[in-house]
């Protein structure tokens, strides 16, 4: 495993010695009500309850503390990174520990309490248009401005191995656990608990969740081969808009065992739900997992894989931008795909 991935196993158990006292452990959590919808026992991994509000701080803390040796004071000049928002929470708040300027390039269109929260935890905004490319271009000027270092949010090894720390907690919380249903946008978090799950259980499965109108994680298993969304997606799901990675994608490819998609509608009936069943505040993203355990189309998973852990990435919710709130009716069946 550890020459075929960018990652092994005990890269993660690093990680979780490098941040275990700098972040939470989340708790898991059930609902009786989403059991009876769905036929299964469902336990629910509450990353919104994390520092900076979604698991992204897992990943962050790691690549920021393993760039500091521990025989010498010598800083990085900055820390840069391009986010939709969680990501570059996280990156502003660890940079803030260290004592390291940080930089986020950001779409205008993230939400407004992400903007915000990036600010308020000291880090410089600088704003792009919507498109990988622009993200990508506006993050190499500052780079080469501020020669500082990049933290990928979701391709580079030490941010997708913090992330695998949330399946190591996972298989010791719900010890019976068959299947863990994980949203995917750049693949960093399902790349690393597909990566710990098979390494310490491998009869476990591993479920993408993706949005429908986001589906490149789809199309690439479908084809066998990477396969990035020809353009900016449009969804409520914004923590998920972008495409799995050079590095993201061979875990996928080999470890994770399906892909489920999902649409907006059941994306919205989903978050609602968890909002006035569970009075949980997960943002769209994370409602993008309890979806795909709901949908008519994950019906067709043998029934053996009774015990289900939903990871709900996070709970940063604009809500001056919830319009789209209404009386939650659950959306036609048959809207949903797997490969």
């Excluded at 479920?207 to 109108?213: F, I, K, Q, R, S």
């Excluded at 008519?296 to 931008?321: A, W």
Aim: with cysteine; net charge neutral.
């Amino acid at each position: 495993m550890c020459a075929q991935y960018c990652i092994s196993f005990a890269d993660v158990e690093k990680a979780r010695i490098n941040i275990q006292d700098f972040i939470h452990l989340t708790p898991v959590l059930t609902s009786s009500i989403l059991n009876q919808e769905t036929g299964r026992n469902l336990f629910f991994k509450c990353e919104l309850f994390q520092k900076t509000g979604s698991f992204k701080i897992r990943g962050v803390l790691n690549a920021i503390r393993g760039l500091i040796p521990a025989t010498s004071e010598k800083k990085p000049k900055a820390v840069v990174t391009h986010s939709s928002g969680n990501h570059g929470q996280a990156l502003a708040y660890a940079a803030k520990l260290e004592g390291i300027p940080a930089y986020v390039v950001v779409p205008q269109t993230a939400p407004n309490c992400k903007k915000m929260a990036i600010k308020a935890y000291g880090a410089s905004i600088v704003y792009s248009e919507q498109s990988d490319e622009s993200r990508e271009n506006i993050t190499r000027r500052i780079l080469e401005e501020t020669e500082g270092i990049m933290v990928h949010p979701n391709q580079e090894p030490t941010v997708i191995a913090g992330q695998g720390t949330i399946a190591m907690e996972v298989l010791n919380q719900v010890p019976l656990v068959d299947a863990l249903v994980v949203p995917v946008g750049g693949g960093g978090m399902v790349a690393g608990i597909a990566i710990t799950v098979k390494a310490l259980r491998p009869s476990v499965k591993v479920y993408a969740a993706e949005p429908l109108n986001a589906d490149d994680c789809y199309q690439s298993k479908r084809k066998g081969e990477l396969t990035p969304n020809p353009y900016p997606p449009e969804t409520i799901a914004d923590g998920v808009k972008s495409s799995i990675g050079l590095n993201t994608w061979p875990i996928i490819r080999d470890l994770v065992d399906d892909v489920f998609t999902v649409t907006e509608d059941e994306i919205k009936y989903a978050t609602q739900l968890v909002w006035e069943r569970m009075k949980l505040l997960i943002e769209p993203t994370a409602g993008v997992g309890v979806a795909a355990v709901l949908s008519q189309h994950f019906q067709t998973v043998s029934p053996e894989v009774k015990n289900i852990c939903v990871v709900l990435s996070g709970g940063n919710v604009d809500l001056t931008s919830v319009t789209w709130v209404k009386q939650a009716e659950r959306p036609a069946p048959y809207q949903s795909v797997s490969i």
